[in-house]
């Protein structure tokens, strides 16, 4: 129905007025559309034709099927402003009708121009019947008359009522009846009938008991003296008719006062007219709008558009669709509108005449559109560079963090960025990453930074340098602004990098070409960017750390002079250096896998056997024992056990093996020149050492030594540089930096690692009576135990961090897949509350679908991460019940067949089932869904889903397979990470969740799965269930 405004009688309105006439009225367009109907028209219609034409259809062939002749010339005509009235017989068995008036009625505006037609249909078939009986009978007419409610009157030349009660019209003259002004205007249209012969048609406007009522007038010429008067009331029809004016009176009192813009446009797209509407988006006046149409106004990137949209509404004659452009303000910016059209056309040549144009302003839609693609697009970001980075190993994370600067400078638009650390020495910057531009010039890696004093300790106070341009910088900052000019920089950025509370470098973006105003979104961003690289340089140095001391421990272990065995579970030897194999006489291969007792005197097997026990309640021991060699020869040998432990479980034991052969054959004479010092050092886990001021050994001995199997006398007297034996080289190496800074009169303190040892070692300057520098003394503590929960504590603390760097991450995700039902349900919500109540019920149900549907999305989605995360936490609930597995997935297949599966083609090859499989439903329901559902969603409407079901001995097997887009190779190592989609599905709605729960679900079955994909053609999934 149409909709029209509403009357100022609350009681009523034009629609009624409209729908409640007694013709059928139909409102038809210039194109032969549709318009509007009212409800006897939809009756009579439906009636006729068996069903109610919609709007908008072309009204032509169905008017030709009922017998309506000559439709479209007389519907041009009364566009041309004719008011035609025609009669024609109705053939149709199925309706009583048989003669139809049909009157084609112009409607105009205030302005007296035709912009619609009313086509109205009226039954006149009981006043056909009623002429053909009088023209028969006087007696039947008069029957007639009173039958029918249109008023019959024969007059004569004279005017003259000849047909009428004696009492009340006949006999009686025209003049004598009608009102005085009438009188003259209906004897000249007696007088032309009677002398044309033809029937003339006028409307008269009468007052009848005080109200005004409309007639319309038909006289035919019945004798060459006589005519009939068929007399109709008009009001409702003249009603509507004024109704239809008021309507387009308010239509453009509506135009003039919304705050949208209508600008009138000839059909070449020259200016006419604007609403003053414009003056207040735009800033111009509709006279100055004029001068500064389309090609001034208009985007010059949207000109093509507009022309285009111009161009089809002329040629196709239909209202273009809604495009989004940028029109300029005047002062200067842009703002985005959305611009519908609608041609107009010339009533008598049926030529594009003008085009009326509206414009609304969709500039802060589009601001928050784009906020919101930023937000997404950065979070993205920010995961995929955190995700790359964690997952690097350390020989590839330089390779991420240059491909992760390059993304970012992409993303922001930038012309460089840089990555800087500071070196040991104060105020020193070394420029260790950059990405350009292409065109611009690289700064180069690996170089000094000239650096300001001012930018570094804003930088190293942890500030962000922010600069939109350079004259926001303050006047303390002119050395740092000249070397800005100097690269020709025209805005930046700094932000600094932070671990463990202290800044290590900074990240640096700049722009050359251009001025680039850094938003509060980019900020933000680039905050999180810098702590992922903090994160990443910090797990790069521990890891190079770790792998030094790996290497060193190795070589340490390998050279050392000391027997060194590594026993697992305190029983099989695993590791044996080369000199306790040398030690022995067997080779590392003869004596891997045996036990310690193995090489061991029988007699000294109760000392090991006592050393064991103590080593099971992690204590560490050091025992002398016969060694038995592989010649049958015994050697005096000194073992130190200490036990390792893993998360509190004994692991094994280190063993520390000195042959004291030779120590024994020297101990009575050293016991006799040093008994005091070898009293301390022989009680004490230390070494002791001593250098004179050229850097010699002088001294050198304590218990410590035994973990190196160094013979002292081969050190004493010697420099660092001139010792050549494996480990002792080693060892001097270290000493000879330590002891320089001692013998420079600094008291040193460092902590070496040797083998799987370590040592604290505390270098003293030893001074004479007049304070003069005579030597240095070392003592080297052994602190093993101290440094081992140091390690393990850092490596709690990392495990720690990593965890929370999965929780960060897995919390990140989560919200971004949580935030777009969410945002759907806000936007919904806000639409409804401000403008709900101008929004009909139809409008109001769809939004109130949308949040419902975001809501069960929601609740989805939420089901899935709480079954993922009773999986990971080991509490998923398994029911495992018999059941017909064939039966259970046919009616699966069924489900999915009415539902999503709808258009796709399904091959099914199910066998009967043999045997009853256990199986929780529930579970089992999630991987037959996950897959059906994957294999529909990334496959071509049209294409084949095959389903492939199959007994084996102990278990079921299923295959499921598409002929979709497939999965990249990338794709299928990450196929079952939670919240992990492929890089070519991003366009396609999903979570990432159906594989991780299909495998949880197969895993508490005990199943397995098997994926082969190949890209654009396919991929197979391949499940086995146990039967039982």
Avoid at 49 to 78: M, Q
Avoid at 980 to 991: D, F, H, L, M, P
């Amino acid at each position: 129905m149409p909709h029209l405004p509403v009357a100022t009688n609350p009681d009523a309105t034009y629609s009624d007025i409209f729908n409640s006439a007694p013709t059928s009225m139909f409102i038809i367009n210039r194109d032969f559309t549709l318009a509007a109907l009212n409800n006897r028209a939809t009756e009579r219609t439906k009636l006729a034709l068996g069903y109610v034409p919609t709007l908008g259809i072309d009204v032509r062939p169905i008017l030709a099927k009922i017998g309506i002749t000559n439709f479209e010339k007389h519907l041009l005509e009364a566009y041309a402003g004719k008011l035609i009235t025609l009669e024609q017989p109705y053939n149709n068995p199925e309706v009583s009708w048989k003669w139809l008036e049909i009157n084609y009625i112009p409607v105009k505006n205030p302005e007296g121009l035709i912009f619609t037609v009313c086509f109205s249909v009226l039954d006149i078939s009981r006043r056909k019947y009623a002429e053909e009986a009088l023209a028969k009978s006087v007696s039947i007419n008069l029957a007639l008359i009173k039958a029918i409610p249109d008023i019959l009157l024969r007059i004569d030349r004279n005017g003259n009522f000849v047909n009428y009660q004696a009492e009340t019209t006949s006999n009686s003259s025209v003049d004598a009846t009608l009102q005085a002004k009438l009188v003259e205007n209906a004897l000249a249209y007696i007088e032309l009938t009677l002398n044309s012969g033809k029937t003339q048609v006028f409307d008269s406007e009468l007052e009848v008991e005080g109200n005004h009522r409309f007639f319309e007038t038909r006289l035919l010429m019945n004798t060459e003296n006589e005519v009939l008067a068929i007399v109709r009331d008009v009001t409702e029809r003249k009603t509507v008719e004024r109704t239809l004016l008021e309507s387009e009176q308010r239509y453009r009192l509506l135009a003039e006062n919304t705050i949208d813009i209508v600008v009138a446009l000839s059909k070449d797209g020259e200016y006419l007219y604007a609403s003053p509407s414009c003056e207040k988006v735009l800033g111009y006046t509709s006279e100055e709008l004029k001068q500064h149409w389309e090609q001034e106004l208009v985007h010059p990137d949207e000109l093509p558009l507009m022309a285009a949209a111009i161009k089809y509404n002329r040629l196709t004659r239909a209202n273009y669709e809604t495009v989004v452009i940028r029109l300029r303000h005047k002062q200067g910016h842009y703002l985005w509108f959305e611009i519908g059209g609608q041609m107009g056309f010339s009533e008598k040549t049926g030529e594009a005449e003008n085009i009326i144009v509206t414009l609304r302003d969709v500039t802060a839609r589009k601001s928050a559109e784009a906020a919101l693609q930023f937000r997404h697009d950065y979070e993205k970001l920010v995961a995929n560079i955190s995700s790359n980075l964690m997952r690097a190993s350390f020989e590839n994370i330089d390779t991420e963090i240059n491909f992760a600067l390059a993304t970012i400078g992409q993303f922001l638009g930038v012309d460089r960025c840089q990555i800087y650390y500071y070196s040991n020495v104060e105020n020193e910057i070394f420029r260790n990453y950059e990405w350009c531009e292409e065109g611009i010039t690289a700064l180069g890696v690996g170089s000094k930074h000239s650096a300001d004093l001012w930018a570094i300790e804003r930088i190293k106070n942890g500030e962000v340098i922010r600069l939109d341009s350079l004259a926001d910088l303050p006047e303390e900052a002119s050395s740092f602004r000249a070397l800005l000019e100097k690269a020709v920089i025209q805005s930046m950025v700094q932000l600094p990098m932070r671990v463990d509370h202290g800044v290590i470098g900074f990240i640096n973006f700049e722009t050359i070409t251009r001025q680039k105003v850094w938003s509060d979104d980019d900020i933000v961003l680039l905050r999180v960017i810098a702590e992922v690289f903090a994160s990443a340089f910090k797990r790069r140095e521990t890891e190079h750390a770790l792998i030094e001391q790996r290497d060193f421990a190795r070589l340490v272990m390998d050279n050392m002079g000391h027997g060194l065995a590594v026993s697992w579970k305190v029983e099989n030897l695993e590791y044996i250096n080369p000199a306790l194999a040398q030690m022995t006489g067997f080779s590392v291969e003869e004596m891997r896998g045996k036990t310690p007792l193995d090489y061991t005197h029988p007699d000294d097997h109760k000392v090991l056997l006592e050393a064991r026990w103590q080593w099971l309640n992690g204590k560490t021991t050091t025992n002398e024992v016969r060694m038995i060699t592989k010649d049958g020869s015994e050697k005096f040998v000194s073992i130190t056990g200490t036990p390792f432990f893993n998360n509190d479980k004994l692991e094994g034991v280190i063993a520390v093996i000195t042959d004291l052969t030779e120590r024994r054959k020297a101990e009575e004479a050293l016991r006799n020149s040093e008994q005091l010092l070898r009293t301390v050092v022989s009680n004490a886990p230390l070494i002791l050492f001593a250098f004179d001021t050229n850097g010699k050994l002088t001294f050198v001995d304590g218990k410590g030594l035994s973990y190196f199997n160094i013979d002292p006398k081969m050190l004493v007297g010697q420099h660092a540089p001139s010792v050549r034996t494996d480990i002792s080289k080693y060892l001097l190496d270290k000493f000879t930096g330590l002891v320089t800074r001692a013998l420079h009169g600094e008291i040193v303190q460092s902590v070496t690692k040797i083998g799987e040892r370590y040592f604290e070692g505390v270098y003293t300057p030893v001074r004479d009576t007049e304070g003069r520098i005579t030597g240095v003394i070392c003592v080297s503590f052994d602190v093993t135990q101290r440094v081992i929960a140091e390690e393990e504590l850092t490596k709690n603390l990392k495990t720690e961090r990593e965890l929370s760097q999965q929780k960060s991450l897995f919390i990140t995700t989560a919200s971004h897949e949580f935030r777009t039902p969410l945002t759907i349900i806000n936007s919904s919500a806000q639409l409804l509350e401000y403008y709900g109540h101008k929004w009909t019920d139809e409008r109001k149900q769809e939004l109130y679908q949308r949040i419902y549907l975001s809501v069960v999305n929601m609740t989805e989605l939420l089901d899935d991460v709480l079954l993922l995360n009773k999986a990971d936490a080991g509490k998923l609930e398994f029911n495992p019940v018999e059941m017909d597995f064939s039966q259970f997935c046919a009616t699966m297949l069924e489900e999915i067949q009415l539902g999503i599966g709808t258009k796709h083609q399904f091959d099914l090859q199910i066998e009967p089932a043999p045997v009853l499989l256990q199986g929780d439903s529930k579970l089992l329901r999630q991987i037959i869904s996950n897959l059906l559902t994957n294999a529909i969603k990334y496959s071509a409407e049209g294409s084949t889903v095959h389903f492939r079901l199959g007994y084996e001995t102990n278990q079921v097997s299923v295959e499921i397979e598409d002929e979709g887009i497939g999965i990249p190779p990338e794709g299928l190592k990450h196929l079952f990470d939670v919240f992990y989609r492929a890089k070519n599905v991003s366009s396609i709605e999903g979570t990432g969740l159906g594989m991780p729960i299909v495998k949880k679900c197969l895993d508490t079955h005990k199943g397995r799965i098997e994926v082969e994909s190949e890209l654009n053609k396919g991929t197979l999934y391949r499940v086995w269930i146990p039967l039982g």
